[in-house]
Each structure stands twice: as C-alpha cells, then as structure tokens.
C-alpha cells in the first residue's frame, strides 16, 4: 500500500473510530439523564388482563380495583384465586407434580416502582405468590428458591399443606407407567396464570404463578418467575406476561422484549405478535409442538395477544365487562 494511502485510511479508521465512540459517550450521556415520562395519559378506569380461561380470577382483582384498591392487590388477589383452585392442574395447589411425584411452585409479582420478587421450586405451600409479594418487600432480594423459600414462607406464617391432590397423584401414576419425558406443553389445555392490572392511578403491576411443566425434571424452572420471561412491567410504557413452553420464551426473553418493543412504539398487539415471530422465526426452529402465548397491556389501557397455536385465550376485563377473549394467532398453516 501506497503512504499516502496508507495514511488516508488509517486516518478515516481512526476519524470513523472517534465518531463511534463520541456517539457512545453521547448515547450513554443520554441514557443516564432523567428523562420524562414517555406517555403520561392516566387512564382512570381499571383494567385487568390475564391468561387463559380465568373468569373468577379477573373478576376477584376487578372488584380490588372498583374499590379503589391498588394494581398490585389487585393481581395477588386475582391469581390466590387459581392457586386455590384444585381443579387447575397448573398452578398451585392441585397442580402436576415432577417426575418424582413432587408439586413444585414458581411465582414471580412485580409493582409500579419497578419493584419484583419471586419464588421459585416451592412445595407445600400453596399461594406462593403472597410468598412472591413478601420476597419483594420484607427482604433485600428478588429471588428465594426451594427450601429456602419454603422456610421464609413459614416464618412469615404461611401454613405447610400436601399440594398433590389425589387427581393429579392418579395423573402422575398413569404418566409413570410409560414415563415418556417430553418437554412438550399440550396445546390446548394450560392454565398457567399471568396477570396485568391498571388501577385507578394509571399505575401498573403484574404477577404470574405456575406448577411448571408436568413431569419437569426436579429442579426444573421456567420462564413464570423469572424477570423480563414470564412477566415484565414498567410503569412508564407497560406489561406484558407469557405462558406456554418456559425455555422458548426465556431464550428469547419474551416478557422484557414485549415492554422494550412497546416502548418503541408499537401496539400491544404488535409487540406480542413480534415477540412469538422471534421463537418461531428461528432457523430450523420446530414450534409445531409447543405453544407459547403472550398477553400484554400499554399505559393507555391498550391490550394485545398472541400465540404460536390455535387455542390460547385470555380474559380481559374492561369497562366494567369481564370477557374471555380467543387470542390470534401466528400457526394458520
Ligand atoms: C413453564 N410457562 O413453567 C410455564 C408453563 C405454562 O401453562 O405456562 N403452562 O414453562
């Protein structure tokens, strides 16, 4: 190479380089400043938004709502409701066991401050999502699992009770016969609950409780209470939560993606439908046998779903309507 040239180039690197870098320094000056709110409109009436099948749920946060309460009572209240219901196979009590035959809980909740905390791998104790509220505000962590969890739930007065009910033992005992282990959600038949609520403040929470995959591998934890997979709020933009197979949407970070996209501008919808278009869209990527749904809502009260599958439904409660909705979805073929 010629100097001259040599030294044209070597100077545009350097010239291109400062420019890279001094456009860094002035993102990250950017990044760093208070900024305003990016939408401020408060919508002053409630909105409560959650997956699946789970009338009774939305209606018990609703009235939290209607009576003034706050987005974060709200959606405790609304999803203690599936985890005492004994007929959800899960969540919570009655939910299916590992392969070992234990109920292990996973819950995560997360307030208007930014504020989360969750439980993973819990047994006996039922509404880990209380466990999930009390991890956020009674401890400096985000984060219990197990034993650990099971014993910080006892010592604050949670009561210890045989989560396998003797439906899903008789399911289990079938299931051990051939002991098949696929990690494979059945499409049509999930009632892992997230929830999203609005308040009469404007303000935003979420929560999401779950037994996990039937038949996991003991150990074994998901998306559902894990930041930015299951569940993501911020206050400023949105929220958004998912449901189907964990490990699909924890490698793509579904939750966090959702609110990230919205802030961005776009729609709930379109955000939801972008997030399963990065699952499915993989190279090679097999998504006949899974299914994974996203529900989400923006500061304005604006709602989206979408799934993978057919059959994905949510419930969404709105001017003072409670309705089980049927979610689009991307698999038309
Ligand atoms: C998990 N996402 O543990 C949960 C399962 C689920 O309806 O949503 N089931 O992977």
Wanted: glycine content about 10%; overall charge neutral.
């Amino acid at each position: 190479m010629k100097r001259r040239n040599f030294i044209k180039k070597a100077s545009a690197t350097s010239l291109g380089f400062a420019a890279f870098s001094s456009s860094l320094v002035s993102c990250d000056a950017n990044l760093a400043k208070k900024k305003e709110p990016i939408t401020t409109s408060k919508i002053l009436k409630p909105l409560v938004i959650a997956t699946w099948k789970t009338d009774l749920a939305v209606t018990t946060a609703a009235e939290v709502l209607e009576k003034g309460g706050s987005a974060i009572d709200a959606v405790e209240q609304g999803c203690r409701i599936e985890e005492a219901n004994e007929n959800g196979q899960s969540v919570g009590k009655g939910g299916l066991p590992d392969r070992d035959g234990d109920v292990t809980l996973d819950a995560c909740i997360m307030n208007e401050k930014g504020d989360y905390g969750a439980v993973l791998g819990v047994k006996n104790i039922k509404h880990v999502i209380s466990v999930a509220r009390k991890v956020m505000e009674d401890t400096p962590h985000v984060m219990l699992v197990g034993e650990g969890a099971e014993s910080f739930a006892v010592s604050k007065g949670f009561e210890r009770e045989n989560l396998l009910t003797e439906k899903s033992k008789k399911a289990w005992e079938n299931w051990k016969i051939k002991s098949e282990y696929k990690p494979i959600i059945n499409i049509e038949n999930h009632d892992t609950i997230g929830m999203l609520a609005i308040d009469k403040n404007g303000d935003i929470s979420g929560a999401c409780t779950t037994s996990g995959l039937a038949y996991k591998m003991a150990g074994r934890v998901g998306d559902s209470p894990i930041i930015g997979g299951g569940l993501f709020v911020d206050n400023e933009i949105g929220g958004a939560s998912a449901t189907g197979l964990g490990e699909e949407v924890l490698k793509t970070v579904g939750s966090f993606l959702i609110v990230e996209l919205m802030r961005q501008g776009k729609s709930p919808q379109q955000a939801c439908e972008e997030a399963i278009g990065r699952i499915v869209n993989k190279p090679g990527k097999d998504f006949k046998n899974f299914q994974v749904g996203y529900i989400a809502i923006n500061k304005r009260g604006e709602t989206g779903a979408y799934s993978i599958h057919e059959w994905f439904s949510y419930n969404l409660y709105k001017d003072k309507e409670n309705k089980n909705i049927k979610s689009d979805y991307f698999n038309k073929a």
